[in-house]
T-cell receptor, first 110, second 114 residues
Framework: DAKTTQPTSMDCAEGRAANLPCNHS???????VYWYRQIHSQGPQYIIH???NNETNEMASLIITEDRKSSTLILPHATLRDTAVYYC???????????FGAGTTVTVRA | NAGVTQTPKFQVLKTGQSMTLQCAQD?????MSWYRQDPGMGLRLIHY???????DQGEVPNGYNVSRSTTEDFPLRLLSAAPSQTSVYFC?????????????FGSGTRLTVV
């Protein structure tokens, strides 16, 4: 799996958009970008994934650059419940292993 | 539909004791796996299974044993507990192959070995 680089931490104001960057400069053509989050003391939760097109679901949007070397997860209207560690993972869909790095600790402040 | 259920939620063991961490899912997922998470670190894969009767090692398998006799259950056995195995253990499941579907994680078992 390609390695990813994420900022250690970031703060966000409640109600504002949170933009979480991820660098994956060694990503290969068949690898997808996945995002998970882990709220304190809970198991990780799947958020979204994509290959090269931008993706949106009820939780977030994923923007992948044209060269696929970086991506941004957008939480459109952050709430206090979005405070969590966010993990960016690149992998092929048929790979059973998820390789978690340290992630980004996002703190949403009132 | 309970998702992924892990028991117990908390456990304290003495060095050298053995125990089994239970994991059950009711989503008919073929794939199941065990991760451990140490303080301030990401999750590391211990063992995984792609179906009943099939298991394989992850990146940190030493000291752990698994078997998969049914689709629903994937227990993790600690053979002789050591303080280095103090951690939070998460079980996860998904369709096989995972494809476009995300993994569903349990709420974790917090294990302390003294």
């Amino acid at each position: 799996d390609a390695k990813t680089t994420q900022p250690t931490s970031m703060d966000c104001a409640e109600g504002r958009a949170a933009n979480l960057p991820c660098n994956h400069s060694t990503i290969s053509g068949n690898e997808y970008v996945y995002w998970y989050r882990q709220i304190h003391s809970q198991g990780p939760q799947y958020i979204i994934h994509g290959l090269k097109n931008n993706e949106t679901n009820e939780m977030a949007s994923l923007i992948i650059t044209e060269d696929r070397k970086s991506s941004t997860l957008i939480l459109p209207h952050a709430t206090l419940r979005d405070t969590a560690v966010y993990y960016c993972i690149v992998r092929v869909p048929y790979d059973y292993k998820l390789s978690f790095g340290a992630g980004t600790t996002v703190t949403v402040r009132a | 539909n309970a998702g992924v259920t892990q028991t117990p939620k908390f456990q304290v063991l003495k060095t050298g004791q053995s125990m089994t961490l239970q994991c059950a899912q009711d989503m008919n997922h073929e794939y199941m796996s065990w991760y451990r998470q140490d303080p301030g670190m990401g999750l590391r894969l211990i063992h995984y299974s792609v179906g009943a009767g099939i298991t394989d090692q992850g990146e940190v398998p030493n000291g752990y044993n698994v078997s998969r006799s049914t689709t629903e259950d994937f227990p993790l056995r600690l053979l002789s507990a050591a303080p280095s195995q103090t951690s939070v253990y998460f079980c996860a499941s998904s369709y096989s192959p995972p494809g476009d579907y995300g993994y569903t994680f349990g709420s974790g078992t917090r294990l302390t070995v003294v």
